[in-house]
């Protein structure tokens, strides 16, 4: 097998986790699309896409989670989250920042020792944007979490204090165990650098930034956010898709204040190829280092 294609498998895959994880049936119902669902049986049975239960609508991003017999737990786009019995989990008082049309909008985690309560961690997708339309750096743009509490029979969303953990991100999200197999990193990514964040019982602690040589400018986001980030199945290795890498100064200026101009200049353009690489991951630290160009395309790169 290639080491091209053994990268695509990784990111053609809708796990949240890595493969590890996914073996104890934890990832075995996907929601996706419009009202797309596919179950995936214990062993080798046949996957199941005959089901019409979903209730949710997703141009790109979403996640779910079941548990170790693989019943359904709840499932989302960022957006809404529904459970087990596909009835909307609806927030009091606050809305959801997260954004389906994100490519990796949202992460659902256990919280380690605390039975049936659960992290969301949601990315809002910048919207129509173009270099010389000034964004206030204190608009929200980035990584949001909240808590699923299930437990006693409580179905609610929490929205805690200082709930924003970075103002700015791409469109990447990824989680894998740590060393211990107890907690678990989650990961997102901004321009050229990784932001590791470390679940343990006692809550989210300050994420361990690794940078990279590789640098995806935030000016040429809307395009540039965009592509998926996958874990191997021993955590040890991470694929990393760049949709475009727009370089602004190579853009006409006569579209530089207008957005959608801009975006036809540069979003899935040739003339702005994506990339995908590889990285070494420490599970025991949270370190990415060791950056390997995979592949560089003429038109975009999205999940590999």
Do not use: C
Not at 39 to 59: E, H, V
Not at 64 to 89: A, C, M, P, R, W
Not at 250 to 267: C, I
Request: no cysteine; hydrophobic share 35%; aromatic share 14%.
């Amino acid at each position: 097998m290639s080491k091209f294609f053994y990268i695509l498998l990784i990111l053609l895959s809708p796990f949240f986790f890595s493969a590890e994880v996914s073996a104890q049936m934890q990832a075995a119902h996907w929601f996706f699309g419009n009202k797309g669902e596919i179950t995936f049986p214990f062993g080798n049975a046949i996957p199941n896409i005959s089901q019409n239960n979903s209730r949710m609508l997703s141009q790109h991003g979403s996640s779910s989670y079941s548990d170790i017999n693989g019943n359904l737990i709840v499932y989302t786009n960022g957006q809404k989250v529904f459970d087990h019995l596909h009835q909307e989990i609806i927030p009091r008082g606050f809305e959801i920042l997260g954004n389906h049309e994100s490519t990796q909008s949202s992460i659902i985690v256990p919280i380690p020792n605390h039975r049936d309560k659960y992290y969301l961690f949601v990315i809002r997708s910048l919207e129509i944007y173009a270099p010389l339309n000034i964004i206030d750096e204190s608009i929200n743009l980035g990584l949001n979490y909240y808590i699923i509490d299930l437990s006693h029979n409580n179905r609610s969303i929490i929205k805690p204090d200082n709930n924003i953990l970075l103002n700015r991100s791409s469109q990447k999200l990824a989680a894998t165990y740590h060393h211990n197999q107890k907690d678990i990193w989650v990961l997102t990514h901004f321009e050229n650098r990784f932001y590791s964040y470390l679940i343990t019982s006692e809550g989210i602690h300050m994420p361990i930034v690794s940078t990279t040589p590789y640098w995806s400018k935030f000016d040429g986001y809307y395009g540039n956010a965009k592509g998926q980030m996958k874990f191997s199945s021993n955590g040890k290795k991470l694929a990393v898709a760049h949709q475009n890498n727009v370089i602004v100064e190579s853009v006409s200026e006569d579209v530089l204040d207008t957005a959608p101009l801009f975006l036809e200049a540069t979003n899935e353009s040739s003339n702005h190829p994506g990339r995908l690489f590889l990285y070494e991951f420490d599970p025991i630290t949270g370190q990415v280092s060791e950056e390997y160009l995979v592949e560089k395309r003429n038109i975009f790169v999205y999940n590999g």
